[in-house]
């Protein structure tokens, strides 16, 4: 896995979209959980309930992803937030501008296409690699997939955790084009049983470590789009014990960074939005476990693989972990949030976005100070 400082860049992006950090505190203790599913299971719901599944949905999501779409971005890369009590890696998923008639489309590996028992009935399995509207995927109620499709994890994410969107400009239509067919390779080869490709060794279905968001996204770019310097790890299987290496596993934070270094090393600009949890949702997944409601669950940022993972939320130490907020932070244009007052979608614009190569150096910079003032601090006794 790649992580620590990253190598210096000299040279500098061919546009820069003009963007500005998430404020300093959010860049210190954003949180984030993930590849956790949510139930497909329709819950009742008031039909005036706000972020519940089958509740209504902001009126203005048009008017809001149009003034996003008016920047001439050609892919996000959306990086979940997690929602468990313990450390959490998150999710990972990649929006292609325009595939969707006036919208981009989302591909996100299914968290349910594990071919498990418990997932054969009640929820949707149909595709390893599912393709939604981004719009459906961060704010809707209700799935164009099926009824089984699962609330706040293949759609209404915002209602569930916060999601960071890190958008790339200048990105050729080839290349576009070649990842979005490997996708659906990777959904033929799933359909197919295939083993053994040049992605993942075994039957190809989803499995949390060896074949995962992460490397499912990783690989699109890596044999579809011809990145050879991108490493995607295949985690190890001890056949004997049925224990998965989970140091060689993919990370979706390291996944990001790594991507964003690549498509800094092609020259593509990119900038970050921020689409902020919405605090207020009453919904309870009814498979999962403790009866939770949305706005009770953790929400925190997605760990690399640390000891960050046992650390309580918004507590972190770990330099990748605190160089990657920091990045981010610093090369963020907008934050997007669904006001529960007015039951519509705010956003509000950075002034002073970074572009990478100065997000990077001030990242490194910052993230060394976060741990030398953590290492200097007394420690705390149980």
Known sequence: MEGGEPAARTGQSR???????FRAALARCLVVCGLFATSPMLAAVDAGDLGTRGGPEPANIDEITGVLRQDPYDLELLISFGTSQGGSAGH???????ESPGDDLVHSANFHADRRRQHVTGFYTEDLMLAIPKKEYLFGTTSSLADSASFGLDFGEIYKRSVIGVRVFDVPAGERTAVAAYFRRINADYHRRARNTEYHDGEVRYDYMRLNCAKAIGA????????????????????????????????????????????????????????RKYEGSSHVDPREEGDVAFKDLPNRFPSVLSDDFHREQGHYEDFDNLFAMHLLANMSRYTVRLNGATKLLEIETSKHPMPYTQAAELATRRARADVAQRSRAAPVLP
């Open 92 to 98: 990972l998923a990649l929006a292609i501008r325009d």
């Open 15 to 21: 546009r820069s979209p003009r963007p500005r950090g």
């Open 220 to 275: 699109a770019f890596r044999f579809g789009a011809g990145y050879e310097n991108l490493e995607v790890t295949s985690a190890k299987l001890l056949r004997r014990r049925r224990i998965v290496l989970a140091a060689t596993a993919n990370i979706p934070t390291e996944m990001a960074i790594k991507l964003i270094r690549e498509w800094d090393q092609r020259g593509y600009a990119m900038d970050v939005v921020l689409y």
